[in-house]
């Protein structure tokens, strides 16, 4: 660690290292440059039907990759823990049926190699963000990762965690921004925007946001979703639940297919901004 905490540390993820932007490549979706990628789907797979009626709705609005945790980390032993190897196989089901590819968390070293046989992209979690035996493991798919910042990481230690995986020869890496805590708690976690606007001075890595863990209220998604693309985010992660009253996890923060319908138009007049001629870099 350097004596100044301004200074990067980080090598392989660095701009200086690398100037052009990394481009990470799911079939035929690129994430990174000038691209805005919409990740929608629930927290949890809850079964078939549920997320096959939230991926094929999502998927008409304009997001090109569904989401869903079959293993969840929660914080209490006691809440649903996601339906694990179960919820892996209707995952991969409901991706061939619908046609889209599908990001999911790995929790545990032992689960790796079927997440990787069923994932598009692998999911490491806040939680794990400072595992860096699973971390590696996962690097050794050669699948695409998102890496989510710890939930009390600074920016510097999320990076240098993409530069393990970096190291182990994988570049497929997004980083997604999900909120850190802080003293505030009228909202879930603080959700740190200006982290995406330096990840993009300082990084050629696309950087993701996750507006929902983020904020952890449903009628702050929208407006945080939005507010993610002028500063730079290369997409964003979205909790989409048709019944989030009943929803197994994080209810109180997905909002449902139809909200997330009119969020995908009011994106697509942001896009009109072309924000590719704006300079992110330091110079
Ligand atoms: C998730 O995206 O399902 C999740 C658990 O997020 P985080 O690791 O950011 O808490
Ligand atoms: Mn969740």
Same mark, same amino acid.
């Given at each position: 660690m350097s004596q100044n905490s301004f200074n990067n540390d980080f090598i392989l993820a660095s701009r200086e290292h690398k100037k052009e932007d990394t481009l990470v490549r799911v079939d035929d979706i690129l994430i990174g440059g000038d691209s805005f990628v919409a990740i929608a789907g629930p927290c949890a797979v809850e079964n078939e039907e549920q997320l096959v009626r939230i991926a094929e709705m999502v998927k008409r609005s304009g997001a090109q990759i569904l989401r869903g945790g079959a293993y969840k980390p929660r914080t209490s032993p006691y809440a649903f823990q996601g339906l694990g190897d179960q919820g892996l196989k209707i995952l991969k089901n409901a991706s061939e049926m619908i046609g889209m590819p599908v990001v999911t968390e790995v929790m545990d070293i032992r689960d790796v190699e079927k997440v990787a046989y069923c994932a598009d992209i692998i999911q490491l979690g806040s939680r794990n963000m400072h595992n860096y035996s699973l971390i590696k493991e996962v690097a050794h798919t050669k699948k695409p990762i998102l890496l989510k910042r710890g939930l009390c990481a600074t920016i510097e230690e999320w990076i240098m965690t993409a530069e393990y995986i970096l190291q182990e020869g994988n570049e497929q890496v997004i980083l997604c921004e999900r909120g850190i805590r802080t003293f505030? @708690?009228? +909202?879930? @976690? +603080?959700?740190?925007l200006s982290a995406v606007a330096y990840v993009r001075a300082v990084s050629h890595l696309p950087v993701i946001v996750d507006p929902s863990h983020g904020t952890g209220r449903w009628y702050l998604v929208s407006p945080l979703a939005k507010a993610a693309y002028p500063v730079g985010a290369h997409g964003v992660m979205i909790e989409v639940h048709h019944s989030p009253k009943e929803a197994l996890s994080d209810g109180e923060q997905s909002i449902t297919p139809e909200k997330f319908h009119i969020l995908m138009e009011e994106m697509k007049e942001l896009k009109n901004l072309n924000r590719a001629k704006w300079n992110w870099h330091k110079a």
């Open positions: 505030e @708690n009228s +909202t879930r @976690n +603080t959700l740190d």
